[in-house]
């Protein structure tokens, strides 16, 4: 990508930014990975001022953190944080989901349609990866009829990109991508029946089981390196 001369270094360290956040969502960078702010700055055709000034910001939003040996990584999250995450995450989602129930029109309606539709066929096939992201957009289209476009924008650029990685865990665990469809089916009926109140409460039940059953698995996991 070329340089932008002339630009304020805000402006370029919030390229950084987007980038770094766009990986993490796309599953390109995973916990634990590094990030080297030479290769980065070759990357992203700048400096490594504005790559510096943006893993400072991400160090203190809890996305990276310092490691002696292998410089910055992206930070593995606890199983407490986890959880955290996620009760902030069906609050949110709960509140955006309600305000968006009494504006759905006949094509919003459709297009959660089509998407459970294709999210079956993925199952089906074991196209967990693909299930992912057509999950994702089912829940992003219900929630764009809020007519709220900034809280849309902190839940794509905040929460869904520090849980993507879990949430693709979520969806490996035995039974839990079926567990997930079929609460999707049921948050289809009842946005077709205008039922905010049901829709609120499904939505705010997926992400709380998620949360708990993610953290769950890596309490497990820890315990099991330790024997």
Same mark, same amino acid.
């Given at each position: 990508?070329?340089?932008?001369?002339?630009?304020?270094?805000?402006?370029?360290?919030?390229?950084?930014?987007? $980038?770094?956040q766009s990986d993490l969502a796309r599953g390109y960078l995973r916990p634990g990975d590094p990030l080297d702010q030479v290769d980065l700055a070759r990357r992203l055709g700048v400096s490594r001022t504005p790559v510096r000034e943006a893993l400072v910001l991400l160090e203190a939003y809890g996305v990276v953190e310092a490691d002696v040996r292998r410089g910055t990584v992206i930070r593995a999250l606890s199983p407490d944080e986890v959880e955290d995450d996620w009760l902030v995450l069906a609050t949110l989602e709960r509140l955006v989901a309600g305000l968006a129930v009494p504006r759905l029109t006949p094509e919003v309606l459709?297009?959660?349609?089509?998407?459970?539709?294709?999210?079956?066929?993925?199952?089906?096939?074991?196209?967990?990866?693909?299930?992912?992201?057509?999950?994702?957009?089912?829940?992003r289209t219900?929630?764009?009829?809020?007519?709220?476009?900034?809280?849309?924008?902190?839940?794509?650029?905040?929460?869904?990109?520090?849980?993507?990685?879990?949430?693709?865990?979520?969806?490996?665990?035995?039974?839990?991508?079926?567990? $997930?469809?079929?609460?999707? $089916?049921?948050?289809?009926?009842?946005?077709?029946?205008?039922?905010?109140?049901?829709?609120?409460?499904?939505?705010?039940?997926?992400?709380?089981?998620?949360?708990?059953r993610v953290a769950e698995y890596l309490r497990q996991r820890e315990s099991a390196a330790q024997e």
């Open positions: 990508m070329a340089s932008f001369p002339g630009q304020r270094t805000t402006t370029l360290r919030e390229l950084v930014l987007s $980038r770094i459709a297009r959660m349609k089509g998407l459970l539709v294709q999210a079956e066929a993925l199952l089906e096939s074991g196209r967990t990866e693909e299930l992912h992201e057509v999950n994702r957009e089912f829940h219900l929630y764009m009829a809020s007519g709220r476009p900034r809280l849309i924008h902190f839940l794509e650029t905040n929460l869904w990109t520090h849980t993507r990685h879990y949430n693709r865990l979520f969806i490996d665990l035995p039974g839990a991508a079926q567990w $997930r469809m079929q609460i999707h $089916r049921q948050i289809l009926e009842a946005c077709e029946a205008g039922d905010a109140a049901r829709v609120e409460e499904l939505v705010y039940q997926d992400d709380l089981e998620t949360g708990r």
